[in-house]
């Protein structure tokens, strides 16, 4: 048990901590949050220095966790361009790792992740896109998605549509994932604008009308893709823990930055409560970094552990809220009117997307049962 | 709680009032502000006088039915409901400390026919640390400075309270006022917010009164407590029923959201609260400094926390604009930040309980 960093993490974490304050000053991050764009020259810069590497997964996660401290939605958007490659990564071929993962790796192009439609969200088997196989072994893909990241600028999807029906009692079968490229007649995306937080993040409705998908672009096997889809969510989750404790750490630092500027004004930063509000929120913060890493040490070990992944995505997202509520509350008039605001809009997403709060603790509490039983 | 037939026939107005000028442009009013027909109409119902005697024009609405005003406007529109807020219980709550003064008079009489709209100057409310940075000069009464929180700012006047040795002053700027900067806006996003600087001459200022003791506009303001807990009311039931309309429609994995126990004990938990609060708030409506604290500190918690549980039972479609839940979860937590200090709010109610001694380290 070793709690120290590796020196290159460390020095990753410098490296995006000193890159997050030198991009994300507070006024371009109002700037994205106000004008509800995605940030392409922050993508790019960011690429350049070599923050997306996905050969260093501890890397990743410290500069996720950095980037989101000083502004979450800049901070996701320099890093989520290559959303959804995991799953190429493990189930694609080499063909498909070649024309749709390397060009996103090489900075070049964007990939997005397409399960959620309007109809459902948390039940990943309840989608309603449907894929129809035609007389040449090509596919026919039908439907609509909600609420995709990167949606209206993604260059393709790795999307989950439903190829054939399933039993009553056995949902998950007969879902199929499939690379659609956004150049594809019959593919239309618009953005979705209006959204609370995570302004700078690019967020959109997709329809699909006759879309023909060849065979080459189904991943893995036709069938099998929501074992696929709870794979990624297994992986992508330890990066949404981060970016919550990003968050509440960016919270703290505004706390305590904000007590130490009001000393020659106020004694405000000596009270016990104001003590123990620090401690409280150091504590929690704490706790979410420890859970956080533990998950991302069994998968980075090749041994993911989804009972830690979830116990650290729920967690973590709630740690972030938390913070950013108690510190808000304490600042008041004088946190509302800072960067604090955009934290508590953009802190809320952490326990909705990628699982959320609820659907985490039914994970916990199933895969803990299944333990036990042996499984 | 028994309401009154002034409390029965105020509550149907507002209501009827609010579906028929508020449900259409709640969104609207978040984004390019209130219209000013829509205020005209409120004036013209006794809303924007509601708290004032009626020899000032105003309807002179007792404490209950003011609340139900609040409480249904909130419902609808937080940032109306806080317009009303600040016309009646800062404004007009300030103004009517020195009713005696013909200016003051005439002020209340226009905020209440709608003819002119007022601010008051909040740094001394709701900062931990400023104080708003005001000098007049004395010969000739000429009052200049700057201040940092200033919900709508383009109000025909501006209200401020000037301390020295003996007392406050309460000033009136009817020009000579701008905004210097806009601030960022968490919540109530249909009223403007910002910082302003003033450099109001003799002619566009005017000296009020002045007494010993606090300032009339923070008199006003823990006068008010129970106007916000109102407000905040208003937000934790909608946004309890909003969430409980959906989960009887959205389904998940075969089944409606009402059904897991859960979405459904989250609710009926949030609605017992907000009921327990609703009736404190009501049966307390004449109570003093205490209750006051009370109904303000815990029902603008539960007002943060119920829109929170909204906007998660409603899952990714909370967090756009179009379902409106994401207003009442800023407005929400932007309620308690705007109308007072959380910090100074906790130390009040343990004086109140423990004496002058308690609460000091
Ligand atoms: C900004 C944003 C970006 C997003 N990006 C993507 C993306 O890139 N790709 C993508 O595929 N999706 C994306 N999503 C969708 C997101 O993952 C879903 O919103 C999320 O999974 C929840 O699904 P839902 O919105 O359909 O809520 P629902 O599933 O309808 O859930 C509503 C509420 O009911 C609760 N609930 C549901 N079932 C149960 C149960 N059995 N027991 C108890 N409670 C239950 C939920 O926890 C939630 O609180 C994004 C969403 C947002 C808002």
Known sequence: MDFELPEDVAAVRKKARDFAL??????????????????????????????????????MLVAMEEFCRVDAGLGLSAIVPAFGSEVVMLFGNEEQKKKYLDPVLRGEKISGFAITDSGAGSDVAGISAT????????????????????????????LLARSSPAPADKRHRGLTMVIVESKMPGFTAAQLKGKLGMRATNTAELNFSNVRIPAENVIGEEGRAFYYVMTFFNISRIYVAAQALGIAQGAFDRLRAYLQSVKGRSDISRWESTQFLVAEVASRIEAARLLTYRAASHLFKFNPDPVSTSIAKYYAAETATYAVTRILEFMGADGITGDLERFYRDSKIMEIWEGTSEVEKLIIARMLEEKEEGK | MKLTEENQLLLSA????????????????????????????????????????????????????????????????????????????????????????????????????????????????????????VSISDGDRAVSGSAGFVMHPDASFLLLSHADAEGSSL???????????????????????????????????????????????????????????????????????????????????????????????????????????????????????????????????????????????????????????????????????????????????????????????
């Open chain 1, 22 to 59: 030198r991009e994300f000053t507070p006024e371009v991050a109002s700037m994205y949050d106000r004008e509800e764009t995605y940030p392409d020259d922050i993508r790019r810069k960011a690429f350049s220095e070599g923050f997306l590497d996905m050969s260093n997964p501890w890397g």
């Open chain 1, 131 to 158: 894929l129809q196989k035609n007389g040449d072994g090509s596919y026919s893909l039908n439907g609509q998605k909600t609420f995709i990241t990167n949606g209206a600028i993604a260059d393709h999807f790795y």
């Open chain 2, 14 to 133: 507002a209501r009827e009032f609010a579906e028929r000028e508020v449900r259409g442009i709640a969104v609207d009013i978040e984004r390019s502000g209130i219209p000013q027909p829509v205020l005209g109409k409120m004036a013209e119902m006794g809303f924007l006088g509601a708290t004032a005697p009626d020899r000032f024009g105003g309807a002179s609405l007792g404490t209950t039915s003011y609340l139900l005003l609040l409480e249904t406007l909130a419902r609808y529109s937080p940032s109306l409901a806080f317009y009303t807020y600040l016309q009646n219980t800062l404004v007009i709550g300030s103004l009517i400390h020195f009713q005696d003064s013909e200016a003051a008079g005439e002020s209340i009489r226009d905020v209440s026919s709608g003819k002119r709209s007022g601010t008051v100057v909040l740094d001394e409310l709701v900062s931990n640390t400023e104080g708003s940075n």
């Open chain 2, 171 to 361: 000033f009136q700027l009817n020009g000579g006022v701008k905004q210097t900067a806009e601030n960022r806006r968490l919540g109530f996003r249909g009223l403007g917010f910002g910082r302003v600087s003033f450099a109001a001459s003799k002619e566009e200022s005017a000296l009020l009164g002045r007494k010993s003791g606090q300032s009339v506009i923070s008199l006003a303001a823990s006068a008010g407590s129970m106007a916000v807990a109102a407000i905040a009311l208003g937000i934790a039931e909608e946004t309890v029923d909003r969430a409980a309309a959906y989960s009887k429609t959205r389904k998940t994995f075969g089944s409606r959201l009402e059904e897991y126990r859960p979405v459904a004990y989250s609710l009926s938990s949030m609605m017992a609260e907000t009921e327990v609060l609703r009736e404190y708030i009501y049966s307390s409506a004449g109570g003093g400094e205490k209750e006051g604290l009370i109904a303000k500190l815990l029902m603008t918690d539960a007002a943060v926390r119920a829109s929170k549980l909204s906007m998660q039972v409603h899952g990714g479609n909370g967090y756009f604009e179009e379902y409106q839940i994401e207003k009442y979860y800023r407005d929400a937590m932007a309620l308690e930040a705007l109308t007072g200090n959380r910090n100074s709010d906790l130390g009040s109610l343990a004086h109140q309980m423990l004496g002058s001694g308690s609460a000091s380290i």
